[in-house]
């Protein structure tokens, strides 16, 4: 079965970066689409970022455009979310999701991970 496992998260000052990797198991990474969600406590998860199989085509919300990039390392089965000028509103949980289909920033994945804590304050 597929398993992914989030990790990078942490607090950061605003303006600071992290990196979150999203390691994955039990797939043939080329083969999946994947995606990072975020969600902040008492709000609907939104979508952050998605990548396709090949790692050419990408999709940004539109708050994280030109703040964030998604990457994938197919050979490692892993995917990145590097964030940068991060704001307190970037504050969320942050999940990973994969699926064979594209789905872009929609959360009908089939697979997901457990999160990781994101928490931007001065």
């Known amino acids: 079965d597929v398993q992914l496992v989030e990790s990078g998260g942490g607090s950061v000052q605003p303006g600071g970066s992290l990196r979150l990797t999203c390691t994955a198991s039990?797939?043939?990474?080329?083969?999946?689409?994947l995606g990072w969600f975020r969600q902040a406590p008492g709000k609907e998860r939104e979508g952050v970022a998605a990548?396709?199989?090949?790692?050419?085509?990408?999709d940004y919300a539109h708050s994280v455009k030109g703040r964030f990039t998604i990457s994938k390392d197919n050979a490692k089965n892993t995917l990145y979310l590097q964030m940068d000028s991060l704001k307190p509103e970037d504050t969320a949980r942050y999940f990973c999701?994969?699926?064979?289909?594209?789905?872009?920033?929609?959360?009908?994945?089939?697979?997901w991970g457990q999160g990781t804590q994101v928490t931007v304050s001065s």
């Open positions: 999701a994969a699926d064979t289909l594209w789905f872009g920033l929609n959360p009908q994945y089939r697979y």
């Open positions: 039990g797939y043939t990474a080329g083969q999946y689409c």
């Open positions: 990548i396709d199989r090949g790692g050419i085509i990408t």
